[in-house]
T-cell receptor, first 112, second 112 residues
Framework: KAGVTQTPRYLIKTRGQQVTLSCSPISGHRSVSWYQQTPGQGLQFLFEYFSETQRNKGNFPGRFSGRQFSNSRSEMNVSTLELGDSALYLC???????????FGPGTRLTVL | GDSVTQMEGPVTLSEEAFLTINCTYT??????LFWYVQYPGEGLQLLLKATKADDKGSNKGFEATYRKETTSFHLEKGSVQVSDSAVYFC???????????FGSGTRLSIRP
């Protein structure tokens, strides 16, 4: 079974731009969660989607948004990029009602 | 609120040494506890989990026991290898929330 895939793996953007990251979950997994990893703040939960609905949200500004499609694939968008948004963005998928999450390799975003 | 505290790194050991990485948690309910491992340039991999008090999770020679009385979930391995060099994250999650709360991570380096 294929694991969680994320595209692209690396991105370089400039301040003020926007970016869209993509995540394809493991087949059969309907829950997709996003996390931001930085050296200073560690791993922080962004949001979780299940059946195309945002079910849980972390403490991030409205510039961070996401969505989920009917095939469970998910995208997250960051608008008006700031230098502090430079991070590794990790996507994880899980079966409904299960606490075990499976992570993708991440997208490394650099904001210049 | 819920939180996870783990020992600061880096931890440097010689090959075949005994490993302990301390982890304590604060929880309002009865979460599942996890150890994740992150190798350089990669996403997170689930190393082991325990879902209730006194459960022992184990995998690849690593073990951790869910101790409710001391709110701890320390990671141990009897004989480490160079290939164990990575960053280890202690974490908790509730099946109803789909949000993982991570500790700050402990970088482990093993000398040949």
């Amino acid at each position: 079974k294929a694991g969680v895939t994320q595209t692209p793996r690396y991105l370089i953007k400039t301040r003020g731009q926007q970016v869209t990251l993509s995540c394809s979950p493991i087949s059969g997994h309907r829950s997709v969660s996003w996390y931001q990893q930085t050296p200073g703040q560690g791993l922080q939960f962004l949001f979780e989607y299940f059946s195309e609905t945002q079910r849980n949200k972390g403490n991030f500004p409205g510039r961070f948004s996401g969505r989920q499609f009917s095939n469970s694939r998910s995208e997250m968008n960051v608008s008006t990029l700031e230098l502090g948004d430079s991070a590794l963005y990790l996507c994880a998928s899980s079966l409904a009602g299960r606490d075990e999450q499976f992570f993708g390799p991440g997208t490394r975003l650099t904001v210049l | 609120g819920d939180s996870v505290t783990q020992m600061e790194g880096p931890v440097t050991l010689s090959e075949e040494a005994f490993l302990t990485i301390n982890c304590t948690y604060t929880a309002t309910g009865y979460p599942s506890l996890f150890w994740y491992v992150q190798y350089p340039g990669e996403g997170l991999q689930l190393l082991l989990k325990a879902t209730k008090a006194d459960d022992k999770g184990s995998n690849k020679g690593f073990e951790a026991t869910y101790r409710k009385e001391t709110t701890s979930f320390h990671l141990e391995k009897g004989s480490v290898q160079v290939s164990d060099s990575a960053v280890y994250f202690c974490a908790l999650s509730y099946s109803s929330a789909s949000k993982i709360i991570f500790g700050s991570g402990t970088r482990l380096s093993i000398r040949p």
